[in-house]
Nanobody
Framework: QVQLVESGGGLVQPGGSLRLSCAASGNIFSIDTMAWYRQAPGKERELVASITRNFNTNYVDSVKGRFTISRDSAKNTVYLQMSSLKPEDTAVYYC??????????????WGQGIQVTVSS
């Protein structure tokens, strides 16, 4: 009943920029926290950035100053603006939301993952 659609990934050169989007739809009463995770080959999935319903944000140290997470509550959409990209940013990026269902229970939902490749 809940769908997360990710877009905006692709191949960019080092120093380039990409903007990821994740739109949630379906049987949701409200969205609490929204976040982006990533997983590189041979590595564990890590939290990249998160944003709360009152717009507080946090970032993993390796992306601070380069990435910006934002949300559009009216559209149930979270964004990740990525600048000054480095080869080590190459990974599959996953959107995650914590949402309140109409019956007032919290659930975690994941996007399918989208590839970001930084290479010259």
């Amino acid at each position: 009943q809940v769908q997360l659609v990710e877009s905006g990934g692709g191949l960019v050169q080092p120093g380039g920029s990409l903007r990821l989007s994740c739109a949630a739809s379906g049987n949701i009463f409200s969205i609490d926290t929204m976040a982006w995770y990533r997983q590189a080959p041979g590595k564990e999935r890590e939290l990249v950035a998160s944003i709360t319903r009152n717009f507080n944000t946090n970032y993993v140290d390796s992306v601070k100053g380069r990435f910006t997470i934002s949300r559009d509550s009216a559209k149930n959409t979270v964004y990740l603006q990525m600048s000054s990209l480095k080869p080590e940013d190459t990974a599959v990026y996953y959107c995650q939301i914590r949402a309140l269902t109409p019956n007032m229970l919290y659930n975690i939902y994941w996007g399918q993952g989208i590839q970001v490749t930084v290479s010259s």
